[in-house]
C-alpha cells in the first residue's frame, strides 16, 4: 500500500497554519494525490548506501569578521507591519 | 540613431554609443519610457517602474562602468531599495524593500539602474507566469501564449524590447524556460555563483539569480557584474570570478558536446527535435564533436525536485504571518485564527499546493518516505551529471520539450505544469550551471512563428564555458536578431 492515501490535506493545512475553504481541500486533494502517486516512481530505485544530498555544493567553515555594521532602522523594520504602536508589532491577545 | 531605434538594443551595443557619447543614458532611458507605454498594455510585463528615481541615476550616470548607465530590468522577487518586492502575491501587496539584494547592489556599483520590477508566478512558482496574482504577462511572439515562466517578465520585456536586459530566479528552470519560450538568452550560474542575499527565498538549496538578454555577450557582461562570494550569503562560493567575456570568439575545435540519450525519448515536439538536430549539424560543422551520453536518472528527476523544492517552500514560507509585513486579515479572534486567514487570503492557490505538500513530506512519518528519498535521488542525479562530465564538455539539448503553450493550456493541471520543467530542474538539483539561447522557430498551424530555445549546461564553475559555446553557436546564426511582430499583432490583441 502506498502512502498517498494517507495524505489527510485538512490535517496538513493546520500544521501549515493555513485556513482551506471545503473546496480547496477536496481539489488539493485530488491534485497532490496524483503529484504524490506521479512520486511514488521514485521507489523504484534501490537507494540503500545512497547519501542525501541537501546542498549540491556545500561549502563549509564560511566565517566573517564579528563586526557590527549600518542595517535597518527600528523604524524601517517596522514599518513594512500591518500594525506597530511605540516601537512594537502588535498581535492579537496571546495570554488572557 | 533615432530615439525609437534605442530600445531594440542590447547592453553591450547601449553601452559603447554611451562612451561614443552619441547617445546619453537620459536618452536611451526616455526611448525605453517610450517603448514600455507602447507594448505594455499588449504584453503585461511589469509589475512596478519608478522612471522618475532612474531617471536621476541616468543624470549622474558614469558610463565607464561596466553597466554604466544601462537600465536593468528586475524580477520582482528581488530586493531593491524603495521599491515594491510583492512576488506576484496578494500578501506582499503593500511590502517596499528597505534594502538592496547584492546582486543589485552589485549591479548599481557596475553603473547599472533598476527601474523597474517584472511579473513572475507567485513567489516563482510555476512556468508560465500565470500565477501571478496581479497580471497575466503575454508572449510577444503570439500574445494568447504564455512567456514561460516564473521569470516571465523578465523575459517577455526583454524580448519584446521593453527591456534591455533583466535579472529572473531560476529555482528548477524559471530563467532558462522563459528565456526560450520568448527567444531571448537566459543563464543559471552555479548553485553559489551569485549571492541569494535579498531574495525573497522560495527554495533555497536551489535557486540562483541570473542575466535575461538579447545575446549571448550581454548575458556574460550580466554575470559579471553580479557574480561572486558575499559575506551575506554563507552558500556563496568563494572562488574569484574570471571575465565572463574573454573567451567569447574562440573557436570549438576540441570540444566535446554530449547529447544526453534519456531528452530526446519523453514528448519532444517534433519541430523542437528539428531545430535541436539542426544545432547537432551546426556544431559539428563549427568544429565540435557530439557525443552520446546518458543520465539514467532523467525521468526521477522532476519527482524528486518537486518533493524538494515544495519541502523547502513550505518551511521558507512560513515567515508569512501577517505580524511583521504584508497583508493581515481583518479581526483575528486570536494569533492561531491571524496566521490561519492571513496566509488563506494572502496565498494564491499554487503557493497553499505547494505548502501542503512540502508540509507533508516534512512531517512526522513521510519524512523518510518522500523528503529523504528524493534527497538520495539527488544524488544519484548529481553522479549522473559528473559521469557525463567526464566525457564532455558540455550537454546540449532543448530547453523546453515544446514551444510556448497557449494561455490557459496547463493552468488547471499542476503535474502537466511540473512537467514542462523536464529538461531544465536537474541542473538545479545538481547545481550546475545553463545557459538557453534561441536555437530556431516553430510554426503553428495558424502560421505563428514560435521562438524554440536551446539549453546547454556546464559543470559547476563553467559559465565561462557554455558562453563561449552558446557564443560561437549564435555568432553562426540568425535566430538571435529577429523580433517578435508585435506591430502587426495590434489590433488582433484587442479582442483578447
Redesign the interface.
Known amino acids: 500500500m502506498s502512502?498517498t492515501a494517507?495524505?489527510d490535506?485538512a490535517h496538513?493545512?493546520k500544521?501549515?497554519?493555513?485556513?482551506?475553504?471545503e473546496e480547496?481541500t477536496k481539489l488539493?486533494q485530488a491534485?497532490?494525490g496524483?503529484?504524490?502517486e506521479?512520486?511514488e516512481?521514485?521507489?523504484e530505485?534501490d537507494?540503500s548506501g545512497?547519501?542525501?544530498?541537501?546542498?549540491?555544493?556545500p561549502?563549509f567553515n564560511?566565517f566573517?569578521p564579528d563586526e557590527p555594521q549600518a542595517w535597518?532602522t527600528a523604524e524601517?523594520?517596522l514599518n513594512?507591519?500591518?500594525?506597530q504602536a511605540d516601537g512594537l508589532?502588535i498581535?492579537?491577545?496571546?495570554v488572557e | 540613431m533615432s530615439p525609437a531605434d534605442l530600445p531594440a538594443l542590447g547592453l553591450a551595443e547601449l553601452q559603447a554609443l554611451f562612451r561614443r557619447r552619441e547617445v546619453s543614458p537620459r536618452e536611451a532611458l526616455e526611448a525605453l519610457h517610450v517603448r514600455i507605454a507602447e507594448v505594455e498594455p499588449r504584453i503585461e510585463a511589469y509589475l512596478s517602474l519608478d522612471f522618475e528615481d532612474a531617471l536621476a541615476q541616468a543624470e549622474r550616470a558614469d558610463v565607464n562602468l561596466p553597466l554604466g548607465g544601462v537600465p536593468i530590468a528586475i524580477k520582482d522577487i528581488i530586493s531593491v531599495a524603495g521599491q515594491p518586492c510583492t512576488c506576484a502575491s496578494k500578501i506582499l501587496r503593500?511590502?517596499?524593500a528597505?534594502?538592496d539584494a547584492t546582486v543589485v547592489g552589485k549591479l548599481k556599483a557596475a553603473g547599472a539602474i533598476p527601474f523597474g520590477k517584472t511579473n513572475m508566478d507567485e513567489f516563482a512558482m510555476g512556468a508560465s507566469t500565470e500565477n501571478s496574482s496581479v497580471k497575466r504577462t503575454r508572449n510577444p511572439w503570439d500574445l494568447s501564449r504564455v512567456p514561460g515562466g516564473s521569470s516571465g517578465g523578465s523575459a517577455a520585456a526583454v524580448a519584446a524590447d521593453a527591456a534591455f536586459g533583466a535579472l529572473g530566479t531560476d529555482t528548477g528552470g524559471s530563467i532558462r524556460q522563459p528565456a526560450a519560450l520568448s527567444g531571448v538568452v537566459g543563464l543559471k550560474p552555479?548553485?553559489?555563483r551569485v549571492s541569494r542575499f535579498g531574495l525573497v527565498a522560495f527554495a533555497s538549496?536551489l535557486e540562483q539569480a541570473g542575466p535575461l538578454t538579447k545575446t549571448v555577450r550581454d548575458a556574460a557582461l550580466l554575470l559579471n557584474a553580479i557574480a561572486g562570494p558575499d559575506?551575506r550569503d554563507?552558500?556563496?562560493?568563494?572562488d574569484s570570478v574570471p571575465d565572463y567575456s574573454a573567451n567569447l570568439g574562440r573557436e570549438l575545435r576540441g570540444i566535446r558536446l554530449g547529447l544526453p540519450r534519456e531528452y530526446l525519448t519523453e514528448g519532444i515536439d517534433s519541430q523542437v527535435r528539428t531545430a535541436l538536430d539542426q544545432a547537432v549539424a551546426q556544431f559539428t560543422s563549427l568544429g565540435a564533436e557530439i557525443v552520446d551520453v546518458s543520465l539514467p536518472?532523467t525521468?526521477?528527476a522532476?519527482?524528486?525536485y518537486?518533493?524538494i523544492a515544495s519541502a523547502e517552500a513550505?518551511a521558507n514560507l512560513?515567515r508569512f504571518?501577517?505580524?511583521?509585513?504584508?497583508?493581515?486579515a481583518e479581526n483575528?479572534?486570536?494569533?492561531?485564527?491571524?496566521?490561519?486567514?492571513t496566509?488563506?487570503e494572502g496565498?494564491g492557490?499554487e503557493v497553499?499546493?505547494r505548502?501542503?505538500?512540502g508540509?507533508?513530506v516534512l512531517?512526522s512519518g513521510?519524512y523518510e518516505?518522500?523528503y529523504?528519498?528524493?534527497?538520495?535521488?539527488?544524488?544519484?542525479i548529481?553522479r549522473d551529471f559528473a559521469e557525463a562530465f567526464a566525457k564532455v564538455d558540455a550537454l546540449l539539448s532543448p530547453t523546453s520539450p515544446v514551444p510556448a503553450f497557449p494561455l490557459g493550456e496547463r493552468s488547471a493541471?499542476?503535474?502537466q505544469m511540473?512537467l514542462a520543467d523536464i529538461f531544465t530542474n536537474a541542473a538545479n538539483?545538481?547545481?550546475?550551471c545553463g545557459i538557453s539561447f534561441p536555437g530556431g522557430f516553430a510554426t503553428t498551424q495558424a502560421g505563428t512563428r514560435l521562438p524554440i530555445g536551446l539549453q546547454l549546461l556546464g559543470k559547476?564553475l563553467d559559465e565561462g564555458q557554455i558562453l563561449q559555446i552558446a557564443y560561437a553557436y549564435e555568432q553562426s546564426t540568425d535566430w538571435h536578431k529577429e523580433r517578435p511582430p508585435l506591430r502587426a499583432q495590434k489590433t488582433s490583441s484587442a479582442n483578447l
Not at chain 1, 500544521?15 to 475553504?21: I, N, V, Y
Not at chain 1, 498581535?91 to 496571546?94: D, Q
Not at chain 2, 529523504?372 to 544519484?380: D, E, F, I, P, S
Open positions: 502512502e494517507e495524505l490535506v496538513v493545512a500544521l501549515a497554519r493555513l485556513d482551506l475553504t480547496e488539493f491534485q497532490l496524483r503529484v504524490l506521479y512520486a516512481k521514485l521507489r530505485l537507494l545512497v547519501e542525501e544530498t541537501a546542498h549540491a555544493i561549502v564560511v566573517r535597518l524601517e523594520a513594512n507591519a500591518p500594525r508589532f498581535v492579537p491577545k496571546v | 503593500n511590502y517596499r528597505h534594502y552555479t548553485y553559489g538549496s559575506p554563507s552558500t556563496c562560493l568563494h536518472h525521468e526521477y522532476i519527482a524528486s518537486y518533493l513550505s512560513a504571518d501577517g505580524v511583521r509585513y504584508g497583508h493581515r483575528p479572534l486570536n494569533l492561531l485564527d491571524l496566521y490561519g486567514r496566509r488563506a496565498f492557490p497553499k499546493r505548502i501542503i505538500l508540509t507533508y512531517s513521510y518516505a518522500y529523504a528519498r528524493a534527497q538520495k535521488v539527488r544524488t544519484l548529481r493541471d499542476p503535474l511540473y538539483l545538481a547545481g550546475i559547476a
